[in-house]
């Protein structure tokens, strides 16, 4: 292009000109109009995005299946101290493994994930979901154990890659345990098989003989 | 296409007979004669305010649309989609209600006053600002015949009152109190001041090869074709040209647009005298500077674009006034592409550039215009005027506005 005075202004509005002309016509290029209309389209989010925790059960049932067990690791861990746990206990007063109440406050929680970092029953793992406003200040912010169990499908789904190292990991210590406890029943068995084997070695040394009745 | 061509004055004429038809029809029932004055006076009465809600209605139509097509056109330019959301119950229609959403938000705000203010200044400023600005359009021709006031001077008449901006301008800046207000209005007076003298050389170029003031006349004066294929526009001859791009840029300086928008600069004054006004004054202000937009754009079209006549006579069966409007709507269409491209000027670069170089090329279109029009309009006549024009732009261009005079040898003394 040739170099005039005020050339320089020609050039730029040919610029915003393609541009404009591009928004309308080259739809397909990646570059333009890279607006999502938000209600309508959902940004498909990246597996590592996060937003507040919840709690994973296994199987159909929640209470059933539920990987929590009170134990309120994650309740002291919580920096911003925003779960509220307390354990379940039976007809008798019997402290159970499980929670009665697990309460999460999502207008204290920062998202940390410290929580699932600290879970050693691989129960807490963080959810992904971003439409939680609510008209409530209070009431609805504060997130109860029916709304926070979710199934390890849902987890699968939202974030399959740590889901399938979890669920790794859980079958890796149920395989482990599973054998240690092979192990400890064959030590059982063969200390029993053993204590019977010694009772009939003694047996056979000592043959029965009546027992010498006391004179009377 | 004649029907749509008489259509505005054919209305106009349908309500006229209608009043009289009612009038008469009142008077014979009630029995009353009036006398031979009244009825003329009516009419008169009633055909102004036909005129007077005509052009408001249709000027608040045009900056309604203008506002949101603005902002479209503008997030289009930066490759965004711009308002879509606002329609009519659950129909969208591209965001197009998006006035009046804006509107009833501008209205329902509080009007807040400052403590400090001059109370009946800061509430005068904004209607000083309004009506000159909505009494403006009243000279341009919009059409065949469709004047709503002949004037013969009417040219002079629109920038006599169009400089009554600058006064609502520092009213404003002024009466709020406000050190950002004062200072934007100083900047606005300033700018309006320097740019309105090549805005009117460049109409006083018209009104030389014209030979009349009367937008009209002037209109008249751009009909048929110079060498068989050229419209007689005078954006199509050199001296016009320069003339017409004078006054496009002197347009942009009146109305405070980008990237002459220094006095609001939002950057470095708050928004300039705007800044303490706030709900149906602040729309006000808005609606005066758009108002004196389209006003100063239909100016433009009159003196250099031809006014309502089509380029080529086969296109005559389009009307005269879609014409006009068409034109108009280009017009305001360059104005956000001009918005979308540039940055703001530095002050003194707006100075600069208003009295070294726009003076002296609208003095050089006038030298020009005079060649033209007194060698007879012919090949000799078109190769002076363009060297006229065109070497004093190259000197101007070469060596007055070169970028040994900005500050561009600037050393980097940490971070290269």
Known sequence: MMNFPGSGILKGMVVTARNMIGSYFDRAHAKRLITEQYPEERPTLPEASRSFPFLVFDGQDPEAGMRCVACKICEKECPPQCIFIEQDRDANGKLLRRPKIFDIDISVCMGCQICVESCPFESIRMDNIYEMSSCDRFGSLVIHKGQLLKSNEYYRSINPTEAAETDARIEAARIKKAAAAKVAAEKVAAARAAAAAKAAAEQAAQPPSEPEQPAP | ?416
């Open chain 2, 1 to 416: 296409m004649n029907f749509l061509e008489n259509l505005p004055l054919a209305t106009k004429k349908f309500i006229l007979d209608l009043v009289e038809w009612v009038c008469g029809w009142f008077c014979s029932k009630l029995g009353i004669q009036l006398p031979g004055w009244v009825m003329p006076a009516l009419l008169t009465l009633v055909s102004i305010l036909i005129v007077i809600v005509a052009l408001i209605a249709v000027f608040m139509v045009m900056f309604a649309l203008m506002s949101v097509f603005e902002r479209k056109i503008l997030a289009r330019m930066q490759n965004r989609y711009g308002p879509n959301r606002v329609g009519f119950f659950r129909w969208r229609l591209c965001g197009l209600f998006q006035p009046v959403a804006d509107g009833i938000k501008m209205l329902t705000k509080e009007d807040i006053v400052p403590r400090g203010a001059d109370k009946i200044v800061h509430f005068l400023a904004p209607i000083v600002m309004v009506a000159p600005a909505l009494i403006l359009p009243v000279i341009l021709p919009y059409g065949r015949g469709m004047v709503p006031i002949e004037l013969s001077s009417g040219i002079l008449f629109f920038f006599a009152l169009g400089a009554g901006t600058e006064l609502a301008v520092f009213m404003a800046g002024w009466s709020s109190n406000n050190k950002y207000s004062v200072m934007g209005a100083m900047r606005a007076i300033a700018q309006m001041i320097s740019y309105e003298l090549p805005l009117v050389m460049s109409a006083v170029v018209v009104a030389l090869v014209a030979g009349t003031l009367s937008p009209n006349g002037i209109v008249e004066a751009q009909g048929g074709l110079s060498f068989g294929f050229l419209p007689n526009w005078f954006v199509f001859t050199p001296w016009g040209f320069v003339a017409c791009l004078l006054f496009y840029i002197g347009a942009l300086a009146e109305s405070n647009r980008s990237p002459f928008d220094l006095p609001e600069g939002e950057s470095e004054l708050v928004a300039g005298h705007l800044t303490e006004y706030s709900g149906f004054k602040y729309a006000i202000f808005f609606m005066a500077e758009y108002v004196g937009m389209f006003a100063i754009n239909g100016l433009l079209v009159t003196l250099f674009l031809g006014g309502y006549q089509a380029p080529f006579a086969f296109l005559d069966f389009i009307p005269s006034w879609c014409w006009f409007f068409g034109k108009l709507a280009f017009l305001a269409f360059t104005m956000v592409w001009v918005r979308a491209t540039m940055p703001r000027f530095r002050i003194d670069q707006m100075m600069q550039f208003a009295w070294k170089l726009m003076l002296p090329m609208s003095f050089a279109a006038l030298i020009s215009a005079a060649t033209w029009y007194y060698t007879g309009r012919g090949l000799l006549g078109w190769a002076l005027s363009i060297l006229i024009v065109g070497v004093p732009y190259l000197i101007l261009g070469y060596f007055c506005f070169t970028r040994r005079h900005t500050a561009d040898n600037r050393r980097y003394l940490f971070s290269e």
